[in-house]
């Protein structure tokens, strides 16, 4: 996680279509996380954002995927968070 301005960086490592959502850890600085959802249509990244609203307490619409929408390398722009108090959240929360 990144400091940025007006919020946050979240570097993701997604890999869908696994048995259940998870942080599974972090690897090389970015945050390894698994989805059931397939990579189809959006889907794998709506439910990416989802999670990490479910993980954080941070509004849905704050998430914004900033780049890597058709890859497993994403990054994520968290409005209004602090790279801290992401860290915090997720990590507490690493399977």
Do not use: C, H
Request: hydrophobic content about 40%; glycine content about 10%.
């Amino acid at each position: 996680m990144a400091p940025a301005e007006g919020g946050a960086l979240i570097r993701v490592r997604l890999k869908p279509r696994s048995s259940r959502n998870m942080v599974e850890g972090v690897e090389g600085g970015s945050l390894r996380i698994r989805i059931t959802a397939p990579p189809v249509e959006g889907e794998a990244n709506r439910a990416l954002i989802e999670f990490l609203s479910e993980l954080t307490g941070i509004r849905k619409s704050a998430f914004q995927i900033d780049s890597g929408l058709k890859s497993r390398e994403k990054r994520v722009f968290v409005a209004g968070a602090s790279a801290s108090e992401l860290e915090d959240a997720i990590l507490s929360r690493i399977s």
